[in-house]
C-alpha cells in the first residue's frame, strides 16, 4: 500500500498504523486523513494568539503612571 501523505514511513511505522486503521475498522487511507486532519486541528489550537491593542482605560493608566 502506498500512502498519500507528505512523509514517509518506515516499514515499521507503516504496519503499526495499518494495524491501527484495522482496529478502528477503517482503510488505511480514511485513517491517514483522519490522523493529519487531527493534527492540522492540534497545531491550529497551538498557534500563538494575536495579542490586541490595549483599551482606552489601560492607556490612559499607563499614560498617567509615566513621569512628566
Do not use: C, I, N
Amino acid at each position: 500500500m502506498t500512502t498519500t501523505t507528505d512523509k514517509k514511513l518506515t516499514k515499521g511505522q507503516l504496519a503499526y498504523e495499518q494495524e491501527r486503521a484495522r482496529k478502528a475498522g477503517k482503510s488505511f487511507e480514511e485513517w491517514m486523513k483522519d490522523k493529519a486532519k487531527a493534527e492540522a486541528e492540534a497545531a491550529k489550537k497551538a498557534a500563538p494568539k494575536v495579542e490586541k491593542k490595549p483599551g482606552l482605560f489601560s492607556r490612559l493608566l499607563d499614560r498617567a503612571h509615566k513621569p512628566l
